[in-house]
């Protein structure tokens, strides 16, 4: 059984008056945070690429939340996630940077003149620690992440002077739609699953979407004010972890 998530109660009308657009807000990583981020005040436009968005749309007005759903294809991330080192094609390689900084940058340019009109914002870019480690047959994916994290430093300096703060969220392993579904097509479920990969993260189990989508909102909050060009890991420990791994037996500090 995996470690239940401590209990949150929202900052009532932290985001009062603020909209965002979050891009892939459908399901997953992304709707934890159009959710999260409607319970404390603030409206939000998500965009997506399938009919997922049309019923999480419904579902957000059923709540009371105000949200606006835009579909369409920024790029196919899901397609870069799987496209291998040595057979990828110039086409593939297109598509990951297409879906990852090329995407990003194009978004941002886009709403920086209203957010310049508002007197400045915050700006959350979506990374991975595959942006940070290397990973088998992962050349195409990891090489976008990274670029991503560098994107967001620059963007950050240039975008300073506008009261614009830039940052990036880094997550480890998260359960999600997709991985429930890779993880019952081999059967077990979590229960299983989550033993297993939890071994490559410090606090022994994978992350929940709330888990990104709550520092997340920190970050886009006055809270983090005097914090931009900063990537914040949401691993459980996964890349200060180094190859020994957990080892055989957990060493709890101040234990008998």
């Known amino acids: 059984m995996h470690t239940p998530i401590p209990s949150h109660k929202p900052v009532a009308d932290r985001f009062a008056n603020k909209v965002a657009i979050v891009t892939g807000g459908s399901s997953g990583l992304g709707r934890s945070i159009v959710e999260e981020f409607c319970k404390e005040g603030g409206k939000v436009l998500f965009t997506g690429i399938s009919a997922a968005g049309e019923k999480s749309q419904e579902e957000f007005h059923a709540a009371g939340y105000t949200t606006t759903f835009l579909r369409g294809d920024m790029a196919n991330e899901e397609f870069c996630a799987t496209a291998k080192a040595l057979d990828a094609t110039t086409n593939d390689w297109m598509r990951s940077f297409t879906a990852g900084p090329l995407a ?87 229960a299983k699953w989550d033993a297993i990969w939890g071994k490559y993260h410090m606090l022994r189990r994978m992350g929940q979407a709330i888990e990104v989508a709550r520092p997340t909102l920190f970050l886009l909050s006055d809270d983090a004010s005097f914090i931009t060009g900063t990537t914040l890991m949401i691993d459980g420990g996964y890349c200060s972890m180094g190859p020994e791994g957990l080892g055989e037996t957990a060493v709890i500090a101040g234990s008998d």
């Open 104 to 190: 990003y940058a194009r978004m941002v340019q886009n709403v920086v003149p209203p957010m310049q009109k508002a007197g400045g914002g915050s700006i959350v870019n979506m990374s991975s620690i595959s942006g940070h480690i290397a990973q088998v047959n992962r050349w195409t994916y990891n090489a976008a992440k990274g670029a991503v994290n560098q994107l967001t430093k620059c963007q950050a300096l240039d975008l300073a002077p506008f009261n614009i703060r830039v940052n990036n969220v880094d997550p480890g392993w998260i359960w999600s739609n997709e991985t429930d579904k890779a993880a019952n097509m081999d059967g077990g479920g979590r």
